[in-house]
């Protein structure tokens, strides 16, 4: 019997997102050790999947103890049950385009042809909307729009699966004839760029897990540069958060390993126009 009177089974979470939807959820309970470990876990899946009990414990500054303590806060019987949940994430994350792609024609074949693959990719949207429109923290959001509409210069920083994003906020802040810099250079001048940026002026930073150190590298730049970020990320644990003033949770849906953009992008947008009407209003005060 577990805690409670829940059985093993029952308690245990059997899946990685399920794992750090139960972490995410106790955080602010955790013994500090504990949470200390449980923000390494998040931050650094692959090194839990495979690493030893001592070098997992001197990574995360805690000691080995610590780890059969955290695996047992979350229902397992010691670390090397809660590894094995790492362990499956690992595989699944490294399953290539080719099986995805099979996973999504087997389940166009269960369903009404392709018809099924668009509409498990409109449920995934859906879901991932819902969700923001449930949890986005009103006074974060205004707190970010006052932050950035004063900056001199909007700095965008993202790479990989959340460039999308950032390219569409630069081109939506060009319309608004808002001076912003989407950091990414064919030539390698990144560092140049970052370099550039002042108190005076804001970054949005995007990142999801697992994090493109690249991305994580520069925000640490730029935010000991002084300048103030907005982040949107996926964990109060994410490495991206620590860096932010104002950073917000966005937690995708995916159909069959492909994440959905749909909640990422809707905030993005947001953020983008509303920054627009706050300089307008702003400057309509200095003109009356």
Known sequence: MGLGGATMDERVPRDFETLRTTILERRHSLPKRIAQIAAYALDN????????????????????????????QLGFDGFTSLQLVFRERLRERNSSYDERLAALRAKAEEGAGHRAIFDGFVAAASTSLNDISGRLNEEHFEDAIA???????????????????????AYALGKLKIR??????????????????????????????????????????????????????????????????????????DFAGFRSLSATMALAMALTVAVGEKRRDTGRKRKA
């Open 147 to 169: 932050l950035l509409a004063k900056a001199e210069t909007i700095y965008v920083l993202a790479k990989r699966r959340s460039y999308p994003v950032a390219s569409y906020i």
């Open 180 to 253: 912003n810099q989407l950091i990414e250079s064919a030539a390698g001048l990144n560092a140049e760029m970052i370099g550039f940026a002042s108190p005076r002026d804001a970054v949005i930073a995007i990142s999801f897990s697992p994090y493109a150190p690249a991305a994580i590298e520069e925000a640490r730049v730029i935010s000991e540069q002084g300048v103030p970020i907005v982040a949107i990320t996926d964990s109060s644990f994410s490495p991206l958060a620590q860096f932010a003033k104002v950073w917000f949770e966005v937690a995708e849906a």
């Open 45 to 72: 899946p692959d090194d839990i999947a495979f690493g030893t009990a001592a070098s997992i414990a001197a990574s995360a500054g805690v000691q080995p103890s610590t780890l059969i303590r955290f695996a047992q």
